[in-house]
């Protein structure tokens, strides 16, 4: 009898504080931004590509002003200059225009280019996803090409085609909604040595 009374008291127990006692719960916190505005800021975008105009000869001399002249005694150097073909070289959100490459004879080299780091470019329904980027850096490389043959201004053609070398210009940072002129130059031994062969240049556009 006395142990039929000690299980009555339980469960009364057990039904009062079923009752009167909050029930918790453990919830999973989920991140709420979704996953298609995730990006690795140090990843390497896939380059664009776009071809200059062939080279226009030029003769310049020391004391011209020019940074592609050589050192020395006032001497004659060939340029050649390069203009893009293209009013802008754009990839995503990242774009740069009034791109001019000038080679000399000599082996040296210089490229002048205002770049821009907009999401107002792309297309309205992409905007939110670059507007997440803060800056971006910039990365340039200019193939020197050998023949114009079959090749159109499009990325496919330009990135296939046989470079005499690869001028990688030197990577800057550019902030959101900010533009900037660029200006690179430097010394590559094959542009002296295929500086007649060169028809056009190829500009590879990429951004981290």
């Not at 298609?36 to 800021?41: K, N, P, S």
């Not at 009013?87 to 791109?99: D, E, I, M, R």
């Not at 910039?138 to 990325?155: D, K, N, Q």
């Not at 900010?178 to 542009?191: I, T, W």
């Amino acid at each position: 009898m006395r142990g039929l009374f000690l299980l009555l008291i339980l469960v009364l127990c057990d039904s009062a504080e079923a009752q009167f006692l909050p029930h918790v719960t453990r919830t999973r916190r989920v991140c709420a931004i979704s996953s298609l505005y995730d990006y690795e800021i140090s990843r390497l975008s896939q380059p664009v590509s776009r071809l200059t105009f062939p080279g226009v000869p030029e003769l310049s001399t020391v004391g011209t002003g020019s940074s592609v002249a050589a050192a020395g005694g006032g001497t004659p150097v060939r340029l050649r200059v390069f203009p893009l073909r293209d009013k802008a070289l754009t990839n995503g959100h990242c774009s740069v225009s009034k791109v001019v490459v000038t080679v000399a004879e000599n082996g040296r080299w210089s490229v002048d280019l205002m770049a821009e780091q907009n999401p107002l470019i792309v297309e309205e329904t992409q905007r939110a996803k670059f507007a997440l980027f803060a800056q971006n850096r910039f990365h340039l490389t200019l193939r020197p090409l050998t023949a114009e043959a079959g090749l159109v201004p499009g990325a496919a053609d330009a990135v296939a085609a046989p470079a005499v070398t690869l001028i990688r210009v030197k990577p800057f940072w550019l902030e959101r909604g900010k533009s900037v002129q660029v200006r690179d130059e430097g010394v590559d031994e094959r542009l002296a040595e295929r500086f007649a062969a060169i028809k056009v240049i190829a500009v590879d556009l990429a951004y981290q």
